[in-house]
């Protein structure tokens, strides 16, 4: 596992042997790799992440299943993205904002939370389709580098990725953090710094289904701490968090505590979805940590 604050993008330098091989040419390996990638897609052809049908392209999903998501590109609120149903203007808060506004700065997120986002997180989370995380951090990364782009223009310095963790014996019982699978992606996409180790979870919280925005603040209170090298990677900079589901804000809003504790000069979120909360929502389709 890495630790510390990683450059992900650098190119690397190398000695050159004398008895190293022929350097091949950028463009015969280049058509080396795609040549090699279509014979892949023709034994094995890629398959849409939500139906298995066979697909051309690369969104990962056929047409219909692509027809059936729902993009959060209309207007919203301007600290957590809690979609309006009419434009109120571009630094608009909505009422939960206003009335007690989040200690993060921004949430980025390119999805709503539905049936097809949902059978996209459960296979990466608990069918262990870790090749799924790269579908889902394509879809991250527009938003992404444009918040990016805009952060390193203000302060002169790049954003830090940082995951969300999750408990050892969760990773144990997993295999893999998926916030941090994420994270690798978009950084590796984006060329963006990554302090994956900056955060651990020392508590677990247990499950999330069914609880409220109340319930699950109580829950992951006090759940997570810096990580011993953590403080010099997040220390003065914007460190934007990344996860796969952001649910009612509670987990976003502990970690983002504990970091601008530890010298963070701002927050924002990043996750691949959200749930849209309605008056008369099914608690039970909140995603579970």
Not at 157 to 164: E, K, N, S, T, Y
Not at 264 to 272: D, E, H, L, M
Request: positive net charge; proline residues 6%.
């Amino acid at each position: 596992m890495l630790r510390g604050l990683v450059h992900v993008g650098a190119a690397s330098h190398k000695t050159r042997m004398e008895s190293a091989p022929p350097t091949i040419s950028f463009d015969l390996s280049t058509a080396l790799v795609r040549a090699g990638r279509g014979l892949i897609d023709l034994v094995l052809p890629p398959r849409c992440v939500e139906c298995g049908q066979v697909v051309q392209g690369d969104t990962g999903f056929c047409p219909d299943c692509w027809a059936g998501l729902r993009f959060l590109n209309g207007p919203a609120c301007a600290r957590c993205d809690t979609p309006f149903d009419v434009a109120q203007g571009e630094d608009a808060l909505c009422a939960a904002c206003i009335a007690e506004p989040p200690p993060y700065d921004r949430v980025i997120v390119p999805l709503a939370y539905g049936a097809a986002t949902r059978d996209v997180v459960m296979r990466l989370k608990y069918g262990r389709r870790v090749g799924t995380a790269r579908l889902m951090a394509r879809l991250m990364v527009p938003q992404l580098a444009e918040l990016a782009a805009a952060s390193e223009a203000v302060t002169g310095r790049p954003v830090v990725l940082v995951p969300v963790p999750l408990h050892r014996w969760r990773i144990w019982w997993r295999g893999f953090n998926q916030a941090a699978l994420l994270a690798q992606h978009l950084a590796d996409a984006a060329s963006l710094p990554l302090a994956i180790d900056a955060l651990i979870r020392h508590r677990s919280t247990g499950s999330m289904r069914g609880r409220g925005k109340k319930a699950r603040a109580r829950a992951v209170r006090g759940a997570f701490s810096i990580g011993l090298h953590g403080g010099d990677a997040v220390r003065g900079r914007h460190i934007i968090l990344v996860d796969d589901v952001f649910t009612t804000g509670a987990t976003a809003a502990a970690v983002t505590r504990v970091l601008m504790k530890a010298g963070a000069v701002k927050v924002s979120i990043c996750a691949f979805a959200r749930v849209v909360v309605h008056a008369d929502a099914d608690q039970d389709f909140l995603p579970p940590h």
